[in-house]
């Protein structure tokens, strides 16, 4: 089944500065890939999704980038604020006997001081 | 703006009893998840639906948890009996599969507590 690697687990930066979170994935054949933020105390929330056929994406300060050969996928978030810091989780969707399932990384604490 | 609801937000149990924890998933989605989340752990899958048929729930503890979906709107997850290990915030998510994925809506989740 598949399987998804995200780093780092904590990240701290200046407030303005970016952020970068890497996850890889384990199954060629996964064609979907959200990020989650999730704030301390709530419910996970999709920030930006990409999907196979695209390599890039974009939406204000948040983008995420796709290497499907690589198997890896990236979110970048430009100019910090403190209201980014939460959790950050990725995702793909992986094949496993004919249905669908989404797989999570484990986890990005992201930190922005100040 | 249509959300995942949970029931209850919290609860505190002794070990032993049996908890039960509902979510009325989006109307019109068709696939409905139990995640468990603790500190250690992330986000584990527990079990998953699609059309009210469970497709997976290798996840799920097999002699205590137990999850069911009676119809399309309740999705419950059983434990019975529990134990200070179960303690964890379990969230149910929904969304629609057909030609493409759509996004997972998640609920705000139970805190379980066993004491």
């Known amino acids: 089944g598949e399987n998804v690697e995200q780093h780092p687990s904590t990240l701290s930066v200046q407030e303005g500065d970016s952020a970068v979170i890497k996850c890889t994935y384990s199954?060629?054949?996964?064609?979907?890939f959200p990020w989650y933020k999730q704030e301390l105390g709530k419910r996970p929330q999709l920030i930006i999704d990409i999907r196979s056929n695209v390599g890039e994406k974009k939406d204000q300060r948040i983008a995420v980038t796709l290497n499907k050969t690589a198997k890896h996928f990236s979110l970048h978030i430009t100019e910090t604020q403190p209201e980014d810091s939460a959790v950050y989780f990725c995702?793909?969707?992986?094949?496993?006997?004919?249905?669908?399932?989404?797989?999570f990384g484990t986890g990005t604490r992201l930190l922005v001081s100040p | 703006d249509a959300r995942v609801t949970q029931t209850p937000r919290h609860k505190v149990t002794e070990m032993g009893q049996e908890v039960t924890m509902r979510c009325q998933p989006i109307?019109?989605?068709?696939?409905v998840f139990w995640y468990r989340q603790t500190m250690m752990q992330g986000l584990e899958l527990l079990a998953y639906f699609r059309n009210r048929a469970p497709l997976d729930d290798s996840g799920m503890p097999k002699d205590r948890f137990s999850a069911e979906m009676p119809d399309a709107t309740l999705a419950t997850l059983k434990i019975q009996p529990s134990e200070p290990r179960d303690s964890a915030v379990y969230f149910c998510a929904s969304g629609r599969t057909g030609g493409y994925f759509s996004p997972l809506h998640f609920g705000n989740g139970t805190r379980l507590t066993v004491t």
């Open positions: 199954d060629s054949a996964s064609n979907y």
């Open positions: 995702a793909a969707k992986g094949e496993n006997t004919g249905f669908q399932k989404l797989v």
């Open positions: 109307l019109g989605h068709n696939t």
